[in-house]
């Protein structure tokens, strides 16, 4: 099967709809080969691409510009997405690779994106595999790339995940089609290049970025046969308690130990809005407790159930404006009468619940109110929905009918 025809059958089996694409292409090999390969498969569907110029290297702008005349070639709408935050502290390519996420989900939303395809070639979840072996990671993280995945509230698409780089590159030589390498490809300082350049070694042993490649496929369909298992067990063990997520702890304590971790680690992410774990070890320290903080959230054992809440530390000093979502999850439903357009969305906190006395109220306990939503005027509180101040005022999970 042709490059095109299994770039075609790839899409098919992870686009969500007719909705506009967006592309993320940065302008080396693989993104390019992306944008020229849905360029031939979108058959009138509206593509938009957009390209990251973070800033690190003298010609980042120049390479951002040569995209967008490569796109422009091909009738497709272009947006630089500016990266100014790097600090030079920490892990470059983790932090590169979070901004690029948040850049793109912002102009996906801003522009009515159905989704975002990325070039990850087979390579690339090669070396994935490789690098999660090293860190020992368990099936979901040899699982590696998904085809399709959501985060930030966006369709994430993989459509060269069965594409090796090398001929993703033939088959742009082959049609007089260019791109730019980044001299950061050939940094061995990265772990990543590493990772490849010991893939090279591994080859004569057969383990090749394809064999590697098949065996995340296989740890994928066994990540989908623990995760249904998880569903399952989820009805009997677990009750959502305005925004909270509440636990049986002996019925949690009593499923395999997969099981369990699973639970606790989606409702981690969903408390905290986060797509990616937390690492094992440091979950099962979390669980070996009665009181501890992970992931941005707080967990509690208590009278048999284990409660988890968000941290409060975590969203202290966050506002939002009243209309808007709140710590990526909350909406306020305010009263029907005129209120001043100053009023903010913001964690209600040791402050604001001092002046919520009637516990009777209160609709959870006061570590969850201290991290709820509440509204705000400067530093005067208004309203905090569920403890009891500001009777027509409501809180809701914006991704769930239920009224908190």
Same mark, same amino acid.
């Given at each position: 099967m042709s =490059?095109?025809?299994r770039f075609a059958w790839a899409m098919a089996g992870c686009d969500p709809g007719l909705a506009p694409l967006g592309l993320a292409v940065s302008g080396g090999g693989d993104s390019m080969a992306l944008m020229h390969l849905a360029a031939d498969w979108a058959d009138g569907r509206a593509l938009h691409v957009a390209t990251i110029d973070h800033g690190l290297r003298a010609d980042s702008a120049t390479e951002a510009a040569s995209v967008a005349r490569a796109a422009r070639a091909l009738g497709l709408s272009h947006t630089i997405l500016h990266w100014t935050g790097w600090d030079g502290r920490g892990n470059l390519q983790q932090a590169a690779r979070d901004a690029r996420r948040h850049l793109l989900a912002g102009w996906a939303r801003d522009a009515g994106l159905g989704a975002i395809a990325l070039g990850h070639t087979q390579d690339d979840q090669a070396e994935t595999v490789l690098l999660r072996l090293a860190r020992g990671s368990g099936v979901d993280g040899l699982a590696a790339m998904a085809p399709r995945t959501k985060a930030h509230g966006i369709q994430w698409l993989r459509p060269l995940l069965?594409?090796?780089? !090398? /001929?993703?590159? &033939?088959?742009?030589?082959?049609?007089?089609?260019?791109? =730019? $390498?980044?001299?950061?490809? $050939?940094?061995? $300082?990265?772990?990543?290049?590493? #990772?490849?350049?010991?893939?090279? /070694?591994? #080859?004569?042993?057969?383990?090749?970025? +394809?064999?590697? #490649?098949?065996? !995340?496929?296989?740890?994928? &369909? #066994?990540?989908? =046969?623990? /995760?249904? +298992? +998880? /569903? &399952? +067990?989820?009805?009997?063990v677990m009750r959502l308690d305005h925004g909270d997520i509440v636990f049986d702890a002996p019925a949690l304590d009593a499923l395999p130990r997969d099981t369990r971790d699973r639970l606790v680690t989606r409702a981690l992410c969903a408390i905290a809005s986060r797509p990616y774990r937390p690492r094992l070890r440091a979950l099962h320290e979390a669980l070996a407790v009665r009181k501890a903080t992970l992931h941005g959230c707080l967990l509690t054992r208590k009278s048999g159930c284990l409660r988890i809440t968000r941290e409060a530390q975590a969203v202290a000093g966050l506002r939002a404006p009243l209309h808007a979502r709140w710590d990526q999850r909350w909406r306020i439903l305010p009263p029907r009468r005129p209120l001043p357009d100053r009023l903010e969305i913001g964690a209600l906190g040791a402050q604001g619940l001092q002046q919520c006395p009637d516990r009777a109220d209160w609709c959870l306990p006061r570590p969850s109110l201290l991290a709820s939503p509440a509204i705000w005027d400067g530093a005067r509180l208004i309203a905090a929905p569920l403890a009891g101040m500001g009777k027509d005022w409501r809180a809701v999970l914006s991704d769930s009918p239920i009224v908190a």
């Open positions: =490059v095109s025809a069965g594409h090796s780089r !090398a /001929e993703l590159r &033939d088959w742009l030589r082959a049609r007089g089609l260019g791109w =730019v $390498d980044d001299p950061s490809n $050939d940094n061995p $300082d990265f772990d990543r290049i590493k #990772a490849r350049r010991i893939l090279t /070694e591994l #080859a004569p042993l057969g383990m090749s970025a +394809a064999r590697l #490649a098949r065996s !995340a496929q296989h740890m994928q &369909d #066994a990540r989908d =046969v623990l /995760e249904r +298992a +998880a /569903e &399952d +067990a989820a009805q009997g």
